[in-house]
């Protein structure tokens, strides 16, 4: 296994994709899991692997706030263990590991590492996103064939977009001031062009301006959590909140990627 970094909430989904009674099967840090709503309205997380002979228990059946496996039918329930066996006793061994899971900010997070560790506390402040009304909000995933750091690479150095994105985004960030700090275990980098020729993607929330100022600003916390915000206004006008537009880039490992060089060697 890859050295993951384990005592750390991941974002296994968004909360509205599980309803009560769904189910969910995900995997993290190669770790398979499983995760359902029980008829109280919250999450179990469990591993994705039924003890007996291995099922992947996301096959199997929710049933009240127990799964059913869904090949010799053993139920467990949201502490991971063993509560139903139609064919004999229920022996210590016919268990699963059980994670600690939170919903907040409309995602669902789950803490693969030390259960003791586990504090709701430490999942970040994404409060933007509660704060933004539903029909303003839009969310999904992009799969990536990719070390999941690459993406981190890729957001904290924009002068990529004067190069990859010349068309759109690009033309103001390798010459535009930046500022780069840590506030406690958070990385935050602010670009500022000011008074420049709008990019395309920018033009049509100055109303027709031909100069503006730009603010963006990646927030970093470990492993992988970035929000960027961007604000572009008319040169020389004052930014207001409303101006600001912030977007959640949440990486997430799921397997070790093969990179080009790996495949061959
Ligand atoms: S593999 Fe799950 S009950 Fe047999
Ligand atoms: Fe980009």
């Not at 150095?157 to 759109?168: F, V």
Request: charged fraction near 20%; aromatic fraction near 10%; proline fraction near 7%.
């Amino acid at each position: 296994m890859t050295n993951y970094l384990m005592n750390t909430w991941y974002q296994a989904g968004f909360a509205d994709e599980i309803a009560v009674g769904d189910k969910l099967a995900r995997t993290i840090c190669e770790i398979p899991l499983l995760f359902y709503r029980r008829s109280d309205g919250c999450l179990t997380a469990l591993v994705d692997r039924c003890p007996h002979r291995f099922a992947p228990l996301s096959a199997g059946k929710v049933d009240g706030d127990t799964i059913f496996c869904g090949y010799h039918g053993l139920g467990f329930g949201a502490d991971g263990k063993c509560n139903h066996n139609p064919h004999g006793p229920i022996v210590s061994a016919l268990a699963v590991r059980s994670f600690p899971v939170a919903e907040r900010h409309t995602i669902i997070w789950v803490w693969l590492g030390d259960p003791e560790k586990a504090d709701a506390a430490l999942i970040p402040d994404l409060s933007y996103i509660d704060e933004t009304p539903p029909q303003a909000r839009t969310c999904g995933y992009m799969p990536t064939a990719a070390n999941y750091q690459l993406l981190s690479d890729n957001i904290l150095d924009l002068s990529h977009a004067d190069y990859l994105h010349p068309d759109t985004l690009g033309g103001i960030n390798t010459t535009a001031k930046s500022n780069s700090r840590l506030e406690g275990d958070t990385v935050v980098v602010d670009w500022l062009a000011e008074n420049c020729d709008p990019p395309q993607a920018f033009r049509a929330t100055i109303h027709g301006a031909n100069r503006a100022d730009i603010w963006t600003q990646v927030v970093w916390q470990a492993p992988a959590l970035m929000t960027l915000g961007v604000a572009a206004v008319p040169a020389k006008q004052p930014r207001k909140w409303e101006d600001e537009g912030y977007t959640l880039h949440n990486m997430v490992p799921e397997t070790r990627a093969l990179l080009p060089w790996q495949r061959a060697s």
